[in-house]
Nanobody
Framework: VQLVESGGDLAQLGRSVTLSCTAQGFTFRNTPMGWLRQPPGKAMEWVAD????????VYADDVKGRFTISQDNAKNTVYLQMNSLAPEDTGMYYC??????????????????WGQGTQVAVS
């Protein structure tokens, strides 16, 4: 199993960044996928995830309305579109997968596979 994130960047306040995560080694279209982040000096926190069917996307309260998670099953890729970036969005962003389950809104300790992370810095 491999999850590879990309798209992290140094972004100006209020601008947008899109993260991508390409997966291999499991059946992507039947797997809940998520984005989590770790701000500097803080614990890992859940940001958003999308259900195995892709029909349901859920978000943490502090990103709701600004971030959008989506997936492209043909490309085995999940995206996180981040708009109106704020300094508190700074952190290492991780893609995660939980094959063999249904549902969403999984806390950090419930994800099975993780990517290596991609850094987002907002100034």
């Amino acid at each position: 199993v491999q999850l590879v994130e990309s798209g992290g960047d140094l972004a100006q306040l209020g601008r947008s960044v899109t993260l991508s995560c390409t997966a291999q080694g499991f059946t992507f279209r039947n797997t809940p996928m998520g984005w989590l982040r770790q701000p500097p000096g803080k614990a890992m926190e859940w940001v958003a995830d999308i259900s195995a069917s892709g029909a349901t996307a859920v978000y943490a309260d502090d990103v709701k309305g600004r971030f959008t998670i989506s997936q492209d099953n043909a490309k085995n890729t999940v995206y996180l579109q981040m708009n109106s970036l704020a300094p508190e969005d700074t952190g290492m962003y991780y893609c995660a997968a939980r094959p063999g389950t249904v549902g969403c809104s999984f806390p950090p300790d419930r994800w099975t596979y993780w990517g290596q992370g991609t850094q987002v810095a907002v100034s």
